[in-house]
């Protein structure tokens, strides 16, 4: 069996101000969760391996993708760390080969979205950013992106509000709550317990039977992005597709995920 897994830091266990995901530039800081964060692939890893899995490609896919500790990582992983530009973003490298089922580590809710004081999608750059009339996270995009490709999300683990919106995206989907969030609050458990329950978790959803995991895509995609700053909105309604339907509000219309992907690497 072959596992993808893409894994984010805003939503491990630990992390509850900025300063704790700045692994690159505030390491004194950010060092815990880095672990914690490796910490948490890994036990998701492990529940793959004892599912079945011979191989393993996990994208360290938060801020300069370089945050995995990858000495902890079992030998059957392969890491993609840094950044190439793909409209697969947070995804990429489950276009590479055909893998049997992806799952999401540390993955934190939508912008403009409670549930987690890190809430945003991509950037800081959105208030939020809507598919057809729902507030869209990470999560969504990307793990469409693996349906894309052919390739069924089964697992994911992050705050609790992201697991409550994403329980419909996917029809064999099991998550992990690892902290609720509150305002600028969060109430996490302990980061034991979390690397327990990803490992026993993610062994539970890849022994499903895999072959009913696969997600309905839309026919078509509405995309509306609001911007914090209205002069974004004008720049960036220059983008093929796009126009200003609103001072802060730009809006997109097509029948092609990948070009949703793809704008989302140029208007973010």
């Known amino acids: 069996m072959k596992v993808f897994i893409s894994c984010d830091i805003e939503g491990i266990t630990t992390t509850t101000t900025w300063s704790e995901t700045h692994t690159q530039s505030e390491p004194a800081i950010a060092a815990a969760h880095a672990r914690q964060m490796t910490a948490e692939v890994k036990a998701a890893c492990e529940g793959a391996i004892a599912a079945g899995a011979d191989y393993i490609l996990v994208k360290d896919a938060h801020g ?12 059957c992983v392969e890491v993609q760390r840094n950044w ?4 697969y973003g947070m995804a990429q490298g489950v276009e590479s080969q055909r893998f049997d089922a992806a799952m999401f580590v540390g993955y934190h809710n939508a912008a403009g979205r409670d549930g987690n004081p890190l809430s945003h999608t991509m950037t800081l750059a959105p208030l939020w950013i809507k598919i057809n009339g729902v507030k869209t996270s990470e999560f969504m995009l990307y793990s469409w992106a693996c349906a894309l490709e052919g390739t069924p999300t089964v ?15 996917h029809p064999m989907l099991k998550t992990v709550s690892v902290k609720k969030g509150d305002a600028s609050a969060t109430r996490s458990i302990s980061p034991s317990l979390a690397c327990k329950l990803i490992r026993e978790e993610s062994e539970k959803a890849l ?28 720049k960036m309604s220059y983008y093929p ?8 509000i730009i809006e997109f219309k097509t029948k092609d995920l990948f070009e949703v992907l793809r704008a989302m690497q140029f208007v973010l």
């Open 84 to 87: 190439t530009g793909h409209p």
């Open 241 to 248: 597709g796009f126009k200003k339907i609103e001072d802060n």
């Open 207 to 234: 022994r499903q039977d895999l072959s009913q995991a696969m997600c309905q895509l839309p026919q078509k995609f509405t995309v509306q992005i609001c911007y914090r700053d209205h002069h974004k909105a004008t």
């Open 64 to 75: 300069s993708g370089t945050n995995i500790d990858v000495t902890q990582l079992p030998e």
């Open 155 to 169: 697992f994911l683990a992050g705050d609790d509000q992201l697991c409550t919106d994403s329980a419909a995206l």
